[in-house]
């Protein structure tokens, strides 16, 4: 199974690196859409849609969306920060909010429980995350940034993953994901930031100094853990064990990015705070 995430993980960065190079800010948009779409087209299914009718006009409904907020974020042309900040304001408001569901699980299944929550939910999780990816790609050296997200993002998790199955002793939350623990938390925050300031140093990123990339990556790595926490909250209340199928080794795409989805607004919304502008 190891190999198995190896090999599916080692393809997905190769088509990811490609993109980023390779493709126009408008292009990306529509490739990164195409796999919320699909993560939409999975969390359907967590959120309790019954009939595959049901299913394709949730996933119109992100489609519809993502263009109106593409076009009134001014990435039609130049993107109004004045207009994107607020949407990342409110996506870190309700992570925040998710953070207390998570903590309150299961008795605060009775807040989100519902089919029309959940499917609120999923609106809430994926399509700020887009937006921000999006933004943090109109950067001047935005494929550097975004490259920057993914690397901390699968670091807090292999810290995570490694130093939890080392020392893990203490569970994080025993309700909602039993295998994680808070010397896994520990070991993969203290990875994250330990990459972040190495990066900065290396790339002499001038625009920012040591301390607002301490301070980016921590948040950055606490908000991932919390995106994989709620995605292991509503598959466990679901009844299920991955979002999909459609990559072997990983189940689905939903799994696979459940950390981007709470990291990716926290971190736009770090580089807007500490000055950086597109």
Known sequence: MLKQRIITALVLVAILISAVIYLSLPMLALLIGAVVLIAAWEWSDLAGCASRLAR????????????????????????????????????CLWWAIALLWIKGYPQSAVLWGTGPMLGLMGVLVLVPAWLAVIFLLSYEQGT??????????????????????????????????PGKSWEGFWGGLVACVGVALLAAWWLDLARLSLPGVAAIAVSGSLASVVGDLLESMVKRHRGVKDSGKLLPGHGGFLDRIDGITAAAPVMALGLILAGWQP
Do not use: H, N
């Open 56 to 91: 394709v006009l949730y996933v119109a409904a992100f489609g519809v969306s993502m263009l109106a907020l593409f076009i009134y974020s001014g990435f039609d042309g130049r993107p109004e920060l004045a207009k994107i900040q607020p949407v990342l304001g409110v996506a």
């Open 144 to 177: 550097l940034m975004f490259l920057a997200m993914i690397v901390l993002v699968a670091c807090a998790d292999i810290g995570a993953y490694f130093t939890g199955r080392q020392w893990g002793r203490r569970k994080l939350a025993i309700e909602v994901s």
